[in-house]
């Protein structure tokens, strides 16, 4: 039981590129969700999937895109990264009806 | 959602009991009271949650009072590796998101 996992670590990207954070889940949750934490803030939420096939904007949704693959996966996309998107990525899921959500490691993306 | 307010950091010695704080004045009749801890590099982990009285596990305590405005979390003899910051969410059980603060960030000094 890996819990959520995502990939990859840590990423380096310049102005313009754009790449896809992948975060998959087994704990058969419904619920999954994207944050992003800048230095010395809280999490901000970026986009949220209630369950399989809906997708819906958080506090922060610019610049990035959202697929819910399936139950277990979660991906963001930055189309056109930009130094505003340096930052740290958590993906988490929560099982329906609890308050407990699972976090993963974590990704550290630096744009610059 | 409710809005939360904690304090920003807080510092105690080893082996002391740790109260923290968080007002939420606005808490609705179906929100809960979640507490989360996070260490350096790693994403935050659920501790506690509640929604009135006391709650009590293997980790912390949680004291609601009765008009549930405020609650506090409670760690009991601290050590170094509770260093981390704590967060309080409030909101209802389901599938809305809740908000993170900026949390309490909590030093442990030996």
């Known amino acids: 039981n890996a819990g959520v996992t995502q990939t990859p670590k840590f990423q380096v990207l310049k102005t313009g590129q754009s790449m896809t954070l992948q975060c998959a889940q087994d704990m058969n949750h419904n619920s999954m969700y994207w944050y992003r934490q800048d230095p010395g803030m809280g999490l901000r939420l970026i986009y949220y999937?209630?369950?399989?096939?809906?997708?819906d904007k958080g506090e922060v949704p610019n610049g990035y895109n959202v697929s819910r693959l399936n139950k277990r996966e979660f991906s963001l996309r930055l189309e056109s990264a930009a130094p505003s998107q340096t930052s740290v990525y958590f993906c988490a899921s929560i099982r329906t009806g609890s308050r407990e959500q699972f976090f993963g490691p974590g990704t550290r993306l630096t744009v610059l | 959602l409710a809005k939360t307010t904690q304090p920003i950091s807080m510092d105690s010695y080893e082996g002391q009991e740790v109260n923290i704080t968080c007002s939420h004045n606005?808490?609705?009749?179906?929100?809960?009271i979640t507490w989360y801890q996070q260490f350096p590099s790693q994403g935050p982990r659920f501790i506690i949650q509640?929604?009135?009285t006391k709650v009590t596990n293997e980790v912390a305590s949680l004291f609601i009072p009765a008009d549930r405005k405020s609650s506090t979390l409670s760690l009991p003899r601290v050590s170094l590796s509770d260093t981390a910051v704590y967060y309080c969410?409030?909101?209802?059980?389901?599938?809305?998101?809740?908000?993170f603060g900026k949390g309490t960030r909590l030093s442990v000094i030996a």
């Open positions: 969410l409030v909101g209802p059980s389901g599938n809305t998101p809740l908000v």
């Open positions: 999937s209630a369950s399989e096939g809906t997708t």
């Open positions: 509640g929604y009135k």
């Open positions: 606005n808490i609705a009749t179906n929100d809960y």
